[in-house]
Nanobody, 121 residues
């Protein structure tokens, strides 16, 4: 079964930068869509950034120009570089993968454990 492990996050002052990473592991799998979501207290989870298998990216309007999603060449780890952070970026950040796994039909939706990002003003 594909598993995702997130790292990074923490506390930073407004205007600062943080990086997140998400590493996928499993027996036989391939990651197609790579995503970052976030959920602030008492708010719905929102899609922050997407990196498709073709290499195309999409960002939420609120983070365009500040956040960058990227991946390693093996397409097993992806990253979220967050610059010029604002207090409203404070949330738990989750990575999510659209993954093909050996023995399963279709693509599976796999989630990381979440990591806290706190931006102080």
């Amino acid at each position: 079964q594909v598993q995702l492990v997130e790292s990074g996050g923490g506390l930073v002052q407004a205007g600062g930068s943080l990086g997140l990473s998400c590493a996928a592991s499993g027996r036989r799998f391939r990651i197609y869509g790579m995503h970052w979501y976030r959920q602030a207290p008492e708010k719905q989870r929102e899609l922050v950034a997407t990196l498709n298998t073709s290499g195309s990216t999409n960002y939420a309007d609120s983070v365009k120009g500040r956040f960058t999603i990227s991946r390693n060449n093996a397409k097993t780890t992806w990253y979220l570089q967050m610059n010029n952070l604002k207090p409203e970026d404070t949330a738990v950040y989750y990575c999510e993968a659209d993954a093909w796994e050996s023995g399963l039909s279709g693509l599976q939706e796999v989630w990381g454990q979440g990591t806290q990002v706190t931006v102080s003003s």
